[in-house]
């Protein structure tokens, strides 16, 4: 989904410039502190796991009603 591209590209730091606020972008620079502050890469990443299929649910849920 769009998420996952948005969230890849700023990971890469071809997305978002830095002052906006990312997932991609927090997950990238948790990265950088992983060993010291390990839930500034694990939050970002676990909240792009999770929006992703759920917004697929959701909207496939949508259809059937």
Same mark, same amino acid.
């Given at each position: @989904?769009?998420?996952?591209? !948005?969230?890849?590209?700023?990971?890469? /730091?071809?997305?978002?410039?830095? =002052?906006? =606020?990312?997932? /991609?972008?927090?997950?990238? !620079?948790? #990265?950088? @502190?992983? $060993?010291? +502050? =390990? +839930? !500034? $890469?694990?939050?970002?990443?676990?909240?792009?796991?999770?929006?992703? =299929?759920? #917004? #697929?649910? #959701?909207? /496939?849920? $949508?259809?059937? @009603?």
């Amino acid at each position: @989904t769009a998420i996952f591209i !948005e969230a890849f590209l700023s990971f890469i /730091g071809m997305g978002v410039v830095p =002052p906006t =606020p990312s997932w /991609g972008s927090m997950a990238n !620079e948790g #990265i950088r @502190t992983m $060993l010291s +502050h =390990p +839930h !500034e $890469l694990i939050f970002p990443a676990l909240f792009i796991v999770i929006l992703g =299929p759920a #917004i #697929i649910l #959701i909207i /496939g849920n $949508l259809g059937n @009603t």
